[in-house]
């Protein structure tokens, strides 16, 4: 990234509230990024239609609409979560090879425990940082300070629709709002 560039916050923590995933505010980012033709990667997540419990999700690839588990399947009486490490790895593989300089924003669903950690897609975020390649991504609450540590100054704390679309129109070219606002959104 050159040096003129590190003023401004590239990366967006979208913080919530663990009960209160941003489902729609990310979903509405990417509407609207698709309506003006921008060229996104990255990540959203849905519920599984044979919904069983918490890990019974899936992630939409924003570059090809596949979606895929990254959960081991591991039966309906089944307690917690345990991720499965490989489908962790094919989706990282295939958002990092939509990493390209037409790109204007990655979007990621969740900076959870395993990127806390320092692994999952981590290293996805700071190579998009270090292409100048502007990321959203969603910080629960119980991750922000790993967030903070690791994103550092080159992030910005975004709280809700209107922090999202300030953001947007100052670091995504050709940012997705101009009429509307995505303070339109229902609650």
Not at 79 to 89: S, T, V, Y
Request: charge should be negative.
């Amino acid at each position: 990234m050159r040096d003129s560039e590190v003023s401004r916050p590239i990366l967006a923590a979208l913080v919530y509230n663990e009960q209160a995933y941003p489902d729609d505010i990310l979903k509405e980012v990417v509407d609207r990024c698709r309506a003006r033709g921008l060229r996104l990667a990255g990540v959203v997540q849905h519920r599984s239609r044979e919904a069983g419990h918490r890990c019974d999700m899936l992630l939409e690839d924003l570059a090809t609409g596949q979606q895929a588990s990254i959960f081991a399947a591991r039966g309906r009486g089944a307690k917690g979560c345990q991720l499965d490490q490989d489908a962790m790895l094919q989706v990282v593989s295939q958002i990092e090879r939509e990493l390209k300089d037409d790109l204007k924003l990655l979007i990621l669903n969740k900076f959870g425990k395993v990127e806390a950690e320092g692994a999952g897609m981590r290293d996805l975020i700071a190579k998009a940082a270090w292409m100048g390649i502007p990321a959203i991504v969603g910080v629960p609450v119980c991750n922000l300070h790993a967030w903070r540590e690791f994103a550092g100054e080159l992030s910005a704390e975004l709280h809700d629709s209107r922090d999202v679309e300030g953001w947007l129109v100052r670091t995504v070219s050709g940012a997705p709002l101009e009429k509307a606002t995505m303070t339109d959104l229902p609650p």
